[in-house]
């Protein structure tokens, strides 16, 4: 395993250009479960989670290679139905293989992924779609197993606790695509990654209508056919490195980057005092004098992302003042304020809220990163803090974040790997 170490408090100036989007590439590629021609996806990043993926995919029967930056997706044989708990164990976003399967199968058997760090992670609202479209689902011995003639469209509400859900969603569209009549998702996730989804299924001969909106209308057809498509840029990647350029007071060029789709970031960082300046595809981050305290709640799109939480929370420790974090998509996902504190900042935990103290100087320390982004909040710290940051663990990084050493060095950061 590698751990990577930062000398931190450099000087961090430049240009930086966006990757794919990770959470739009793993349900797209689950997506080419849905047709036996070939498909091809243009700017897939190249990171851990979308290799396991790929396994998963390849124990699916599909045969996948990369022709330089294009990956080829072919059916390979005979279709299997059973996505193995060694692979979707190691990556959640493994779920959206199971309405694909059943769909175009007629039979899927797709193991429980479990909980994680950041939370329980339920997959109530996946089954209870599915069930809606008429499937049997049984649950036995950790797998979900749904078996189906041909699904039925209906109208299905996938609202949960904590609002939609954004694989739940992807889920009973892609099942939708391919089931008799038509099927209307009410409280569908807005997250524009349903809506890439939703376009590269379009573009295989699907009808959905309604993607980026609470509402999704599905008009099934009998097959789909293969597609060429380009996944859109990575918005919390983007967010990523706009909070970078806040934190460390630099002025950064980031391009490749879709700046509408973080219009809650832009409304927060612009009471911070940090200027960001939009033109087409990129931004020029511009430093703020004074970091303002400004409390945040995370909400599904278009509210404030949980997904960028954590480095916000990294951000508001150079704050002048107290802010309160709320995460209310997942209330727990706070496993890296220890880690955050051990480098000096004051936060504490009430409940489901963050209070960070901030103002108080951070200095390098031995950390561990729990999850992905919180792995990021980490390095974005380390990069300001005074001295050595040790950060263990890093896998989670690298599930997230293409060439992030390569695009941190660009940028003037002193950062290397180590096995540890
Ligand atoms: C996706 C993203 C993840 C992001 C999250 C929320 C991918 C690969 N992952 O995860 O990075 O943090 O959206 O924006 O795209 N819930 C239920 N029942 C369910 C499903 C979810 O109650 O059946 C709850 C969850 O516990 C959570 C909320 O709904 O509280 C949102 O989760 P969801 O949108 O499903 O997250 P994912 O799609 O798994």
Redesign the pocket.
Known sequence: MDKIIIEGGKPLKGEVSISGS??AT??ILAATLLTDETCILRNVPKLL?THTMIKLLKSLGKDIEWDKDKLIIMSAGKPNPVADYKLVSTM??S??VLGPLLTKLGEARVSLPGGCV???????????GVEALGAKVDIEAGYIIARTKRLKGTRVYLG?????????T?NIMMAATLAEGETVIECA?C?P?VEDLANFLNEMGARIKGQGSPRIIIQGVRKLHGADYKISPDR?EAGTFVLLAAMARSHFVIRDIDYHQLMALEDVLSKVGVHVEADKNMVRVKPAKVIKPVSITTY??PGF???LQAQYMALMTLADGVSVIRDT???DRFMHIAELNRMGARIRREGGSAIIEGGHELCGAPVIASD?RASAALVMAGLVARGKTEIRRVYHLDRGYENIDKKLMALGASIKREKE
């Open positions: 990770k959470n793993l349900p989670d959640r976003g779920i959206c950041i939370g329980v992670r339920p997959v109530d609202l996946h089954i209870k949960g606790a904590s609002g939609p859900s954004v694989l739940g992807a996730a997250e990654e919390i599904p799109f992302p949980t997904d998509v997942f209330p992905l």
